[in-house]
């Protein structure tokens, strides 16, 4: 990323690195999703990247999203939430994200059942032996998986994941590939993944990510850490 370079630059370039790594990867672009991340941003840069055809935003933290979320509500956005989820606050979430990304245990995917609407979501995997980090173990993955199944109200898309630092980001994502056929052959319309940030999108094309949660490639520096 260029120091001061301006947003609809940002955001062309990752398009057109995105459009790169599928075209390596022999894929179609447009079978991938570009979400940015905005969290710690104001509103204010949502509205931005919206007027530069940004439909699809992600956020982590409940409290922030759900104030963005009203305070964009004239604008026609697809939410995802992708941070940790705590099961009481599970159904908040529920009433404006599109899409949730970290489904990692029953109980949050328990608080999230419904006989009133169907939310979009991804399982996530934790590919660090650190059971604090978001996400489930491997050996949990297809329980989870059956439990998502079993519950009214979720749709499931498929497997999420964050490369761990420390590894090589490719190997990490033939991980998630991996896993996600797993979760296909429970679960075949299941068939997407979530992976891929500003510093390895490509190696998750690579993989065949289909959801790319891309920040501060597009956004410049968080405004605190993040
Ligand atoms: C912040 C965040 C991202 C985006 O990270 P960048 O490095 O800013 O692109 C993606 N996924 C999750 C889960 C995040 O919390």
Redesign the pocket.
Same mark, same amino acid.
């Given at each position: 990323m260029t120091a001061g370079a301006a947003l609809p630059e940002r955001l062309e370039a990752v398009r057109r690195g995105i459009a790169d790594a599928a075209a390596e990867a022999g894929r179609s672009v447009d079978e991938i999703s570009l979400i940015v991340?905005t969290?710690f941003h104001p509103p204010r840069l949502v509205r931005d990247l919206f007027a530069l055809g940004v439909t699809d935003f @992600?956020e982590?933290r409940h409290q922030e999203a759900q104030a963005k979320a009203a305070e964009l509500a004239d604008l026609d956005i697809t939410w995802h939430f !992708? @941070?940790q989820l705590q099961s009481k606050k599970a159904r908040q979430v529920r009433a404006y994200a599109r899409v949730i990304? %970290?489904l990692d245990r029953e109980s949050v995917v328990d608080a999230l059942a419904s006989v009133e609407s169907v939310v979009d979501c991804f399982v996530q995997l934790n590919l660090t032996d650190d059971p604090a980090r @978001?996400g489930v173990r491997d050996a949990d993955l297809e329980t989870l998986t059956e439990r998502v199944l079993a519950t009214s109200g979720l749709r499931l898309l498929g497997v /999420?994941a964050?490369a761990p630092v420390g590894e090589e980001p490719r190997a990490a994502f033939a991980r998630v590939r991996a896993a996600s056929e797993r979760v296909r052959a429970i679960a075949p319309a299941a068939r997407y993944i979530s992976a891929g /940030? %500003?510093?390895d999108?490509r190696e998750a094309v690579l993989e065949g990510a289909t959801h790319l =949660? !891309? @920040? %501060?490639? !597009?956004?410049g520096i =968080?405004p605190t850490a993040?």
């Amino acid at each position: 990323m260029t120091a001061g370079a301006a947003l609809p630059e940002r955001l062309e370039a990752v398009r057109r690195g995105i459009a790169d790594a599928a075209a390596e990867a022999g894929r179609s672009v447009d079978e991938i999703s570009l979400i940015v991340v905005t969290k710690f941003h104001p509103p204010r840069l949502v509205r931005d990247l919206f007027a530069l055809g940004v439909t699809d935003f @992600g956020e982590n933290r409940h409290q922030e999203a759900q104030a963005k979320a009203a305070e964009l509500a004239d604008l026609d956005i697809t939410w995802h939430f !992708i @941070g940790q989820l705590q099961s009481k606050k599970a159904r908040q979430v529920r009433a404006y994200a599109r899409v949730i990304h %970290s489904l990692d245990r029953e109980s949050v995917v328990d608080a999230l059942a419904s006989v009133e609407s169907v939310v979009d979501c991804f399982v996530q995997l934790n590919l660090t032996d650190d059971p604090a980090r @978001g996400g489930v173990r491997d050996a949990d993955l297809e329980t989870l998986t059956e439990r998502v199944l079993a519950t009214s109200g979720l749709r499931l898309l498929g497997v /999420m994941a964050v490369a761990p630092v420390g590894e090589e980001p490719r190997a990490a994502f033939a991980r998630v590939r991996a896993a996600s056929e797993r979760v296909r052959a429970i679960a075949p319309a299941a068939r997407y993944i979530s992976a891929g /940030m %500003s510093g390895d999108y490509r190696e998750a094309v690579l993989e065949g990510a289909t959801h790319l =949660r !891309i @920040g %501060s490639a !597009i956004t410049g520096i =968080r405004p605190t850490a993040g």
